[in-house]
Structure formats: C-alpha cells, structure tokens
C-alpha cells in the first residue's frame, strides 16, 4: 500500500459527460501528479499541484481540470468526455515541490466513456 | 475495429537467472532517475532511483546503472523471482515533471 488513496477504482460514463477523480496523498506530501495511461500513450503527466498551487503543467487537455485542496487532497475533472478519454488515471504525491524524490502512486482509477 | 496499443519490448528470463532491463532517456540535463514496477491492475512501484552524479546504486537484489555519455540506464534484477513480472518503466527529470518511458515487460518463466 503506497499510502496514496483514489476514489473511484472504476468509472464508466456516457460521451459528453462530466466526472471528479479523487486522490488524497500520501500523510505529509504536499506534491500531487495526475497522469493519464492508456494503451497507445504509455504514462502521460497531466499536472501536478504543490500545497494548493499549480506547479507544473503536461499534456492536458482544455476539458481537463484540477485542483489541491486546503487539506491536500487533490480533484482532476474531465468534461465533454470522448471515447478517447478512456484510460486510468493514476495520482501520486511525494514531499518536495517537484520530481526530486520518488513519487507514490495510488491505485488509479479506470475511466471508460462509452 | 481492432485497437493499436503500445508494443512494448519483452523480456523473457528463466526463474533465478539475472535480469537486464534497459532505457535510453532523451535529456541530457535530466538529474534524476527514477525505475517503476507496474503490475497488472496496479499503480507504479517506486523500486529504485539514482541522481546524476552517480553512475551506480543498489537496493534489495536490484541495481541500477547510469551512462549519462551514452544517454542510457538500466535495471538490473538478480535472481528473478515470479513475482518479478511486472512492466518496469524508467523515468527521468525533466523540467519539474517525470516523463516516463514506454515500457518494458519482464516475464518470468519457472
């Protein structure tokens, strides 16, 4: 257990729709990362907050959007969903305000647009 | 119709022999280096990591190398066990994001 937590493990929702994937970090991480793995694009960053803050940004879309809670814990919303969207969404947190240290990772959530 | 999904290099050792797995990063700036073990259904697996001012570092059975000349690393896994199969991806610094490799698939036959 990475001590990283996602919720939910599995999603499957229409085209056009809106959904939350949630992620609480490790206790005492203040860095949180999404990604995105899907079959043809391997581990892909999307965008990492730092206590709050945006702090680095990756291949993510316009429909995509996230933010860090005062209590660290960290949503990626995904809007006007298509098919190409399905993938897992893994978050992992570490304590520093970048890559400088091993990252944690959670369990991920699968996300299937159909 | 049918669906293009990555076709990631596999690598096929007998149990208890030692493992090889490479990669070949693309910045020569980046100072950190991380190897994942992902398992089916599961997330990346911190294994082992190294900075740039290292060319060696070993854990538990595992040891990982670094050629910053040739832009290269690799894991190595002695004795590899079953429970070794996994897909293993290399990650590097770059910028204050990890950017991660496409992959490699170790099985592991007994």
């Known amino acids: 257990d990475s001590g990283v937590t996602q919720t939910p493990k599995h999603l499957i929702t229409a085209t056009g729709q809106r959904v939350t994937l949630r992620c609480s970090p490790r206790?005492?991480?203040?860095?949180v990362y999404w990604y995105q793995q899907s079959l043809d694009q391997g581990l892909q960053f999307l965008i990492q907050?730092?206590?709050?803050?945006?702090?680095a940004k990756g291949n993510i879309l316009e429909r995509f959007s996230a933010q860090q809670f005062p209590d660290l814990h960290s949503e990626l919303n995904l809007s006007s969903l298509e098919l190409g969207d399905s993938a897992l969404y893994f978050c992992a947190s570490n304590t520093e305000g970048g890559p400088n240290t091993e990252a944690f990772f959670g369990q991920g959530t699968r996300l299937t647009v159909v | 119709g049918e669906s293009v999904g990555l076709h990631l290099p596999t690598l096929s050792v007998q149990e208890g022999d030692n493992s090889i797995i490479n990669c070949a990063y693309s910045?020569?700036?980046?100072?950190?280096f991380i190897w994942y073990k992902q398992e089916s259904g599961k997330g990346p697996q911190f294994i082992i990591d190294?900075?740039?001012?290292?060319d060696k570092r070993q854990g538990q059975r595992v040891t990982v190398l670094l050629n910053k000349t040739v832009k290269h690393l690799s894991l190595q896994i002695a004795a590899t066990q079953p429970g070794d199969s996994a897909v293993y991806f290399c990650a590097e610094k770059g910028g204050n994001k990890l950017v991660f490799g496409a992959g490699t698939i170790l099985r592991v036959k007994s």
């Open positions: 206790s005492g991480d203040l860095s």
């Open positions: 907050y730092y206590n709050g803050e945006e702090r």
């Open positions: 190294i900075r740039s001012n290292m």
């Open positions: 910045n020569s700036a980046s100072d950190y």
